[in-house]
């Protein structure tokens, strides 16, 4: 079952722009690393204190990537978004896990907002964990759930300076964590083309009232999946367009190549979302299809035993065959007996070949 | 039932711009209270005559925020709208409680009305309350249907000076009560979320006819729902648009935010309405497959027991067995009866067993 | 059943502009009223003859009302349009009853066609009347199939120089018309809201194959309904917007309002389509559900009697007592015949207790 | 069934601008007529070689209407195509048959492509003709995939004078002809109403399995007719829209009631659409219903007989009555057997009323 | 069953513009071949270096197409990537099968993917191959998953000097080329075409559970050629619009007639999808049927044996007729067995006659 906790609910009353907590808690602490670099060179600290921050956001020849994990702790949160300045909305929006992915420009920075899939591996569905990213010239923030993995692949290369990275400014450094994102959906998407035909296989080898829930079950998954892929369409393509500030026209096409993964991501989605409809035609069609046999099944035994019964009825009625000639005259026949057993067998192979010859089995 | 009471119906053939109530009476009478505040001083009144409006509308120096609750005395209105000096229009729709969410731009002030949804405790569905709102530099007034405390801790807030409110206009103000308006919102598709959930396990544990009906009241609900909620988008996606009067600049971002929880308030609804069609599928499925469980059972039964009972109507047979040793010799055996008890026993289990096979039960 | 009646297959060979009615008759003669005001004094003649038009174009300080019924006699109207001068094609348009609501700019006056919607009270389905107006700058003039009272109330409130009516000009006076109008269509949908209401409750107590029907027929309401209102959203909408001559800038206001009565029709009818189709669904699973109710009495009748007709079948068979101790030893048994009905009873009592558990009635 | 005859794929690797025809012939010769006019003369040509083309092409003082039926003998259509200078894919779309409604702008003409409806008396279906248009200043070419009456109004319209067809250009008899095209779709239309409305009767009356093909022929009709008249739309929007070469301002009254028109076929189209979709709702809730009243009536067989089987079965059994006297003591009775098929009639009769009861019948 | 293999998902944690193969190798190696061509002269080279393309860039008097078949090798590849000074990005792209069609302008090349259908001789569905299009002013680049021969015709045509093909530039060969590629689509769509009028025959004539996958079959092949043919649509028509570089004003034409081809595809994919969607309700309303006529088999069968078996039954019974004149005299009559059995033949007759007149077979 998928809960769409909106914890929303619990902010009704309060003034707009305090910043509390909407949300799982899915890290046991804050951490905050930091990853300064530019061409020449490269500083990591994989745990810094909050308060460290105001010296990194006073450095502008190099790059500097401040990555939080963990958004329970609103004090340390709190310094953070006074250390670079943050909006009081923008740091609510941070600490609310249930945004929407949108793009914020604001006068110092631009504010972006995603989710990212992954596997719950107990339910088989999909979680989404929220990861934000505050863009300016020379300072990337981004603030994730949990600690993950999925930017280190992208910080491992920056230390070894690999590919181009370590010669871009932010907005590239943004572009990379981004498409990183947004391979992750095709990861999911993967698991969910296994699952779809896995779903096939049971349809059409054994369909149970149990498939049913499961169709129901990736039908609402792929609910969800779109859910948060379509407002990232709009993120990226607003990304796009001219005057977004921090975004230089160097990553023009990157972004364009970014833009055509999300819309695959979308035209896959929608497949998907197709196919599943389509199973459910499958499925109420074989429903309605094992009724038809089960009916043919009793139908067949009706039309043969019933004639049968009805024979062997007659010939136990108790007419006084002495009083007539008339009179049940075949139970005194010296083949009476054998005669009733053929006629009853007569019958039974003439009603089979007649359903045979319907095609009923 | 939901109760679609256009009302508007009655008005056929009025004058446009009658003052009339339209709707049902959800109060005891008009009350007035007014707050007018700035950064240093707070001047509540809870209790005040529609004559003494004249005497709020005057004062530059604050921001007055009057509270009209109650709408069926149109003459008070009356009195309130020539106070602000409202057009004849701008009141016929105060009045009228069936209008649909919207933003009116006048010379003199902008003219809001939107919808707040409450649970309505007998039937367990939404009632929708009309709150007004008219706001120019200095003044603000709202209308609404009956007294609530929807708007309590916003004139709390102000009282107390807590937050930035005091130190505001009355964009602000409007801003923070219609965000208070879309809290509600949630508070209520929460509530939508729970049924949604206990629907589901009713679905899954004991489907009856009677969910079929509940299952078209949440749908209900949600067209109601939905009917709100679309057109107030468009209301806060226009006062977000440049040139508004009254409104601004400063609480630019706050509109914006406002305009995501709008959002996100509609995509939860559109959710919610493909999980509810979803149910309706498991649901007819649900019939169809009980309609299988049922029909199998009568197959079982028949074809186990017919074939049973044509073997004792044969041995009920009145043959002469006197006439010819063919006659039903069985009936003399030594072990005749316990033969044909045995062949019924036989026949049963192999019935059984061919149906075991096929996994009918 | 509703006809389409296109009638314009009739026209197909003739040339365009070409004046021919097409449409049902629905008036006796063709009757034409004028009424002739401004703020100080009124002129109303309830019949004038066609000529008379001329005298009535030339009024340019008053406001000029001419009111046409009916539009069989093409000759009369003829006569009318050389009057006002009227482009050949807007004369074939009015007299064209399959008119759709369009807004049509000429050089020296605008067109305006819509549909006004009344109960047919023998089907109780609905029927359009379509009404067209022709504006200038100080004349409007309206053609209607028949004679009817939507108009009489703002005859009436002219004639009394009630409201603002007598003191604005030729636009004003369309917007009232239109408005009455639209206000009907409130009349006719709160009709189908109560239709809708007495489905459901037949829906809910007794189904029958006849309220598929209705349904249909309901449905089919709406479409047509909706056929008419969402042009007429149209037509009101390109009233609004900016240099539509004969317009003037003061009842800007008055049109929003009509808009927004408009968009609240059509939301009405989206609704309403959206019931309906529920109640279809209601339908549908309801006969399944009858279905469902109708094989368990079956199955529960055949399970609990095939049983005990079996036993009876087996103590009828006729095994000889006598050539063997094995062969039916409980016919002769003291207690043989109670036991056997004891043993009909508990299984069926046994039959009975496990439908029972399964919830099966 | 309709064919599809896409014909395109027999094109695959050819050079563009061939000029291969492509459809069905429906013609026995290509046969070229010319007709030109002014206000003060007509000169009719019925019958008039490719060649002659050339003449014709150099006429400014007159309108020049050329039409052409046929369209299989590409060699004369080659020398037609030059005689007015057409560009080689002007050729290839007029030869194609399987063309889309659509409107090209060259420098020297416009080419106008669209869909003439007819009715197929064999099937019942419609096919749909190609007519193809050239309109410069003063030539306005036709193309006809056979000889057909639908222009000849127009023709005899220009001969005799009538109208004001003989003063105007070739922009108003571009018009007047496409206009007598839509209004053969209005002619059709009709056909499909009366179609619809004998389905329905069929539908209330004895619907069967064959009802339901019908019902997909004539939505598959409807999908066809969509298909023609969409861009048919278009097309004429297009010619509407300022800058189009050869089109006068003159005829912008014109073309917007022929706009108007089609926007009329749409509507209607969507309207039976939805029409038929509502009869396969009927059809198949009708099924179901049927299959209820089967149903029912096995239920109400086996509810009343097999208890009085049983009851004939329990008197049918062999317990010795000599033997005990509980054994079978009604045997003995002087009322015993007109007890027990009272006893029959009793349960027969208490079952009927417990089912009329319950209204099964 | 229809893989989507994304492939894409292999990708995760890789730097952006790495360029490694997605999707299956469909060709034993990589073959470059060389076209270079002008009005004058003609040079084919069938089997070229990697190299050797550096040699072929520079030459600005003639058209150069280099064919690339194959996309496994990265390494020769990039060869050619580099020779052309292919952006990374690009060369990703060309190598990623899995590319939605699309259209990227660069500053030196303007970048064109599309799909190209063919058919899966083993499963009757499609495969869709990867087409890519390098054009700059005098070069035009193809590269091609495997070896094929639709663009044979076209360099057959190169050759021999047919058409204008050798006097035009590299867009005008783009142009025949991308039309070769949508001539493709109809040769596909006429197949499907004809498994749509086989799935009718076989639905009309006998429709069986497989019917149902081969209709979901059908449906899924017409959702991913949907997938490929609506973004075909935009990239030419975006290859329409002003301003992309490289594209002649002298081709506008055929571009259009390209795009109306391919919006001629669209509309035959979305009747396909339609029509298919139609056999969908004609199986379930068959299946329907079909339980409806095995119902009625039953129930007559039930409604005429089951009250002669209790006639049957009836004088089984062994009431003592000795012991009262009332006890089934029946038994002692002259005519008794000759009646009983006239009375059940009887029985059987007026049930056949009635059901007769229901109209059950």
Redesign the interface.
Known sequence: ?IK?S?G??D???L????PIHIGEIKADSVQISALDYNEDQVDFRPRIEAMECRLLAARPETVTWVNIDGLHQVDILQKVGQCFQL?P?TL??ILNT???P?L?I?DDYIYLVLKMPGLNLETGGFWFEQVSFIVSGTQLITFQEKAGDTFD?VRN?IKDG????RKMGTDYLL??LV??VV??Y??M??KV?EQI?EM?MEL?E?PE?ST??KI?FL??EM??MR?SVWPLREVISSLQRDGVPFIGDSIR??L??LY??T??VI??VE??R??IS?M?????????????E??????I???I??????I??????????A??P???P?????????S??GL?VLIGVIMLVIFKKK??F
Chains 1, 2, 3, 4, 5 share one sequence.
């Open positions: 079952m769409l909106l929303q609910a902010k009704a009353g003034p707009p722009g305090t909006h909305l609510e929006d249930n945004q929407r949108k914020d604001y692949a290369r690999r590919g181009r990275i572009y990379v498409d990183s391979d992750h095709f990861v998407l993967e083309g035909e096939e059409v054994k009232p049913m829930r129901n039908k609402r609910i969800m859910k096409f990157y364009k190549d055509d993964h819309i695959q035209e896959t497949i998907y197709d196919m389509g459910l035609d499958i499925y109420l069609s074989s429903i309605s299809n094992r009724m038809n089960v009916m043919k099944v009793l139908t035994y009706a039309a035993f019933v004639p049968l019964t009805l062997s009825g007659i010939y136990g009625m108790n007419f006084n065959t009083s007539s008339f009179n049940m075949e139970l005194n026949w010296y083949f009476g007996y054998p009733a057993l009853m095609g009923w």
